[in-house]
């Protein structure tokens, strides 16, 4: 079965950096849309980036901070986040997209379970 599992999440200082990791099993890595989301306490789960093969796509508010990328060979996609802010603290989930909608959580069918990004000011 399709399993997802993030690593990477942790403490870091307003302006610092961290690199989110997203495990893939279960389903042919390559050939899917892997997307980043967040949810805040008491907010919507937002949408972060996406990556369609080589084509990258960004929220506006991580536009040039952060990094999406993919390794097919090893399943795993990425979330390179730079210049983090304290509203960025959120609990960050990669997910398979089955749409062509890919800022749109509706739009994903498999999910990790997600990991917790603290960021102090």
């Known amino acids: 079965q399709v399993q997802l599992v993030e690593s990477g999440g942790g403490l870091v200082q307003a302006g610092g950096s961290l690199r989110l990791s997203c495990a893939a099993s279960?389903?042919?890595?390559?050939?899917?849309?892997m997307g980043w989301f967040r949810q805040a306490p008491g907010k919507e789960r937002e949408f972060v980036a996406a990556?369609?093969?080589?084509?990258?796509y960004y929220g506006d508010s991580v536009k040039g901070r952060f990094t999406i990328s993919r390794d097919n060979n090893k399943h795993t996609a990425y979330l390179q986040m730079n210049s983090l802010k304290s509203e960025d603290t959120a609990v960050y989930y990669c997910?398979?997209?089955?749409?062509?909608?890919?800022?749109?959580?509706?739009?994903?069918?498999?999910w990790g379970q997600g990991t917790q990004v603290t960021v102090s000011s």
């Open positions: 990556i369609r093969l080589s084509v990258k």
């Open positions: 279960g389903f042919t890595f390559s050939s899917y849309v």
């Open positions: 997910a398979v997209s089955l749409s062509d909608n890919l800022e749109s959580s509706d739009g994903y069918r498999y």
